[in-house]
């Protein structure tokens, strides 16, 4: 894992060198050098987040694996929560469903999770729509 260090992260535009005594040339430099360092930093958190999200699948299976929802280390806890999502396999009974029960409230250029949650529990399930289970993992720092 590969970790950051502030200090290697400096400005060439502040570095003793003012605005006013740099050349335009001096700028262009000092530009393609911030440029460099920032695409480098990128690069660095691109690889920090895979690493991140690795770390996160497998917390999410041990976590699956133990029958847990919550666990804590040290430094902080994380806890799993599963919601449904509708995923439309039928427009055409989706939208007849939405007419005839005025529920045009569901849909927002998808279906509203937490409008069609409601509308199932209050009715039923609606004709064309599967449902599939979106895990999440919380963290909370100690």
């Given at each position: 894992?590969?970790?950051?260090?502030?200090?290697?992260?400096?400005?060439?535009?502040?570095?003793?060198?003012?605005?006013?005594?740099?050349t335009?040339?001096?700028?262009?430099?000092?530009?393609?050098?911030?440029?460099?360092?920032?695409?480098?930093?990128?690069?660095?958190?691109?690889?920090?987040?895979?690493?991140?999200?690795?770390?996160?699948?497998?917390?999410?299976?041990?976590?699956e694996?133990?029958?847990?929802d919550?666990?804590?280390g040290?430094k902080?806890?994380?806890?799993?929560?599963?919601?449904?999502?509708?995923?439309?396999?039928?427009?055409?009974?989706?939208?007849a469903?939405?007419?005839?029960?005025d529920?045009?409230?569901?849909?927002?250029?998808s279906l509203?999770?937490?409008?069609w949650?409601?509308?199932?529990a209050?009715k039923?399930?609606?004709?064309?729509?599967?449902?599939?289970s979106?895990?999440?993992?919380n963290?909370?720092?100690?």
């Open positions: 894992m590969y970790i950051v260090n502030n200090d290697n992260i400096g400005s060439a535009y502040n570095n003793g060198v003012g605005e006013n005594t740099m335009l040339g001096d700028k262009i430099d000092a530009y393609a050098d911030q440029r460099q360092r920032i695409t480098k930093s990128e690069q660095i958190l691109n690889k920090l987040k895979k690493e991140e999200q690795a770390l996160k699948a497998s917390l999410l299976t041990d976590l694996a133990l029958g847990l919550k666990a804590s040290k902080a806890t994380v806890s799993v929560k599963k919601e449904e999502i509708p995923k439309v396999t039928d427009w055409d009974k989706v939208n469903y939405m007419k005839a029960n529920a045009h409230y569901l849909l927002a250029r509203v999770p937490l409008h949650r409601a509308e199932v209050d039923g399930p609606i004709e064309g729509i599967s449902i599939f979106k895990t999440k993992m963290y909370r720092k100690i």
